[in-house]
Each structure stands twice: as C-alpha cells, then as structure tokens.
C-alpha cells in the first residue's frame, strides 16, 4: 500500500481486521510532519460504513462532533440568509478533525514512514517492480496506490494527469476562536460558515479544540501571483453575464510574494474590499496563509486492467474539495479490503481487483462529475448560484 491517508489507512486496517498485514510506505517522515489539514465530514453510507468496516465506529462517534454539520450563509454585507441546524442525535454528516481521523485509523498499523515511492513497473519476472527515493527496490504481489493527487503509482496504469480548474483557495486559520476572538465564534457557528460574491468566497469551518480553518477560494489563472500579465476576473461589480475568466480589473498584487504573511493579507483584504467588516475579520486575525490552487483529474477516469496495481482515492479520481473526496476514498478502501480477504489465490486476487475498479469507476466518475458542476455554482460570476446549491443539497 503506498500512500498513508484516509484511503491507504482504511484499506489496511480493514485486511488487518481479515488477519491479513499490510505494510504501509508513506512518503512522510512521521506522521506528525505536516499539519494533518482540516475537518471532515463523514457520511453515514460512505466514510462512516468504511470505519465500519474496519471496526472502528464506535470510537469514530466518541470522537466526532454532530454538532458540526450546521451550516450558515451570510451576504456579502454581513446579513444572514441561510442557517441550518442538525436535528437533536443526527448522525448523517458528523465532523471530526483530519488528525483524530488519522490517529484512529493507524493503530497498531505496519507504517514504513519515509519511504516515498517514485515509481512502480509491473510485470516483471519477480513481481511489481518499486523504486523508492531512498534508492531502495522492492517487488510485491499487488501494489495499491493511494498516495494522492501527485500519485507515482498511476503512471503505471494511466497517463492522465491533474489539471487546474480555474479555482484557488488561500487557507489560513484562527486558534483559540471562543476566547480569543468571540465575535468570530458567533458569527461562524458550531459547524461552518460561507460567504459568496463575484467568483469568489471565504468559508470557514470549525474544528475542534476552538481551531477555525478559514479559506478565500476564487478564481485566478494559476500564475496570478507571479505573472505581472494576468489579470483577475475579481471585480465585485462586474457584469454578471461574463465568463468566469473574464478579463477585469485585477483584484490581487501580481509578483506576490506567499510567504510574505502581511503581503497576502493584505493583497485578500483587497480582493473582498467591501465585505462586511466581521467577515473580514477572518483575514484580519489568520496567523499564515497556504496557497491550493485545486486540481482535478478528467472525469471519469478509467484505465486498461494492469494485473498487480491498482489506485484509490485522490490517485484515482481527484475531485474539488466538496465534501466527498475522502467519504468515497475510504469506502473503496474498504471495499477493496474485503474484496481480497476474500480472495482466495494469485488469480483470484487480480479478479477481484478487476472487479473492483469496474465499479469503482462509474461510482467515482458521477461524483467527479457532480462536484465539479458544484464548484463551477459555488465560484460563481452569480452567488445566488452558491446559494441555490445549497438549498438543494442540505435538508429541508
């Protein structure tokens, strides 16, 4: 298994619970090497049936917050136009923090950490062939490639590779928000909080410990930074009728430099001028600011067969970030788990993985198709578009 995330982690523990080891190479050095990311919401017929599957919902429900699921859409000046709550013991979408995901996943899983793979060559007379960036080789039965958008593994089975939808985030974050900043804490709510203009939003999510993950997400030519030619189709007046590229006046500093804190700060305040000044707040108090420019792979995204590799998750279909990307990730790693559990010899192995990517595929493929189409409402010239989306998508 390559790849130490949701997906890889839930694959391996549910063969561990079919008492069959899998060892885990994952390109990190440790496990606390990066900051894990954000929160999670895990659907009750996709994450959460995985972490069934790997005998873990229980503690899974001990650790999430319920609570998180609400929802709340402001206007640009600050007015409230939308605020959901979850019913008293809903259990549909409950948060939990990608960290706490993490921990409860790795157990007393096998995790060779550091140990990146650079490339895999199936078909050779020993196996599937792995290089590593040690300089190490190794050859396995199967190798299953969950090691994300940047997959090493699918070059082995596929030539496609992630595009940029047109649509940057800029994530920053807020520690201690009850007590350090209350007025934030209110305004955002127990779960989330969004607020959309003209190709662009901020939303920020609560996670646990009083930790608020904040992203500015708006659409840019992926170079708008450092390309002095670019322009931003950014101008909050502009007609709503152009394209989402349309050429306007720019609404960031080109040659920014992204490790200059108060620059991109700066440079944001800019870009919402005009926005309700709580809502700007936001920006105001983020302690650093991460560019993720979002990627996607054609969707659907299929394959020839190539016997002893196969992918999941983030290297099989990256999708935008919208709620579904993980949820499906871990249940195929599930899937496939007990898929070849039940498996029975060398044969029966490369079918039961020929099977599964033949369901995979046109599950993963509606999904990368749906949430593409979300993206495109939600980074939006017209934020009533964001607004009717969510009216379709959260409960009556």
């Known amino acids: 298994m390559a790849g130490g995330g949701p997906a890889g982690l839930t694959f391996a523990r549910v063969m561990h619970r079919h008492g069959h080891p899998v060892t885990v190479l994952e390109r990190d050095p440790g496990p606390d090497a990066r900051p894990p990311g954000g929160t999670l919401d895990l659907h009750e017929r996709m994450g959460q049936l995985a972490l069934d599957k790997a005998g873990l919902l229980a503690e899974f429900q001990a650790l999430s917050r319920p ?106 974050s807020l520690d201690d928000v009850d007590t350090r900043h209350p007025g934030l804490a209110r305004l955002i709510g127990d779960g989330s909080m969004a607020v959309y203009g003209v190709n662009r939003g901020l939303v920020a999510q609560r996670n646990s410990g009083g930790h608020v993950k904040v992203y500015a997400q708006f659409r840019a030519p992926l170079d708008w930074h450092t390309n002095p030619d670019r322009h931003l189709g950014l101008n909050r007046h502009a007609d709503l009728n152009a394209g989402p590229d349309a050429d306007l006046d720019p609404g960031l500093d080109a040659g920014l430099d992204l490790a200059d804190v108060e620059a991109v700060r700066s440079s944001l305040l800019a870009l919402f001028d005009g926005w309700a000044d709580p809502v700007l707040d936001l920006l105001r108090h983020g302690a650093a600011f991460v560019h993720r420019p979002l990627h996607v792979l054609p969707a659907p995204h299929t394959w020839t067969h190539v016997p002893g590799v196969t992918l999941l998750g983030d290297a099989a279909h990256l999708m935008p970030p919208l709620g579904v990307g993980a949820n499906l990730a871990m249940l195929e790693g599930a899937e496939l788990a007990e898929s070849l559990a039940a498996a029975s010899g060398h044969g029966d192995l490369d079918e039961a993985v020929r099977a599964f990517e033949e369901q995979m595929w046109p599950r993963a493929g509606r999904w990368a198709e749906m949430t593409m189409a979300g993206l495109e409402r939600l980074v939006s010239p017209d934020p009533a578009e964001a607004l009717a989306l969510f009216d379709e998508v959260q409960p009556s």
């Open 67 to 172: 609570e998180g699921e609400a929802m709340r859409i402001l206007d640009t000046d600050g007015t409230v136009l939308r605020d959901w709550q979850p019913r008293p013991g809903a259990r549909a979408h409950p948060e939990i923090d990608r960290g706490q995901l993490r921990d409860l996943l790795l157990g007393a899983l096998d995790v060779q950490w550091g140990r990146g793979v650079t490339e895999v060559e199936p078909g050779t007379p020993e196996g599937v062939l792995v290089r590593f960036a040690d300089g190490r080789r190794e050859t396995f039965d199967l190798v299953v490639g969950a090691d994300g958008a940047w997959s090493r593994v699918r070059t082995a089975v596929s030539s496609a590779t992630p595009h940029y939808t047109g649509v940057t985030l800029v994530e920053t």
